[in-house]
């Protein structure tokens, strides 16, 4: 990995946040410090955006899994069961077709 002295970094941010910006998530993240000791990552917003979902989940994991652990219900519910407690309505109208488009009868 190629540490980014901050000068240089600083010197090319627009031409740096530019092409971060068009690659996406192919840009290769820019790694910004001094001393050659890595200090700041410079990466796409759609990666960013990947990323802090991985990390939330990451870090609701083990409460579910404590939840899980204590829970007095079966966790043997179904589809219609969950969707219910959670106020979803899951029924599709039957005179759609399985694209979802009304059919023309």
Same mark, same amino acid.
């Given at each position: ?13 627009? =031409? ?5 910006? =068009?690659?996406?998530?192919? @840009? &290769? ?22 990323? @802090? ?17 204590? #829970? ?8 219609? &069961? ?19 488009? =009304? #059919? @023309? @009868?």
């Amino acid at each position: 990995m190629r540490v980014e002295p901050i000068s240089s970094a600083r010197a090319q941010l627009s =031409e740096t946040v530019a092409r971060i910006g =068009e690659q996406g998530l192919q @840009a &290769e993240p820019v790694v910004i410090g001094r001393r050659y000791k890595p200090e700041a990552v410079i990466i796409s917003f759609e990666l960013y955006e990947q990323l @802090a979902d991985l990390i939330d989940e990451i870090q609701l994991a083990p409460l579910i899994r404590e939840r899980l652990a204590t #829970s007095t219900t079966s966790p043997d519910l179904t589809l219609e &069961e969950v969707a219910d407690s959670l106020g979803i309505d899951i029924e599709e109208p039957s005179s759609s077709t399985p694209n979802g488009h =009304e #059919s @023309a @009868a």
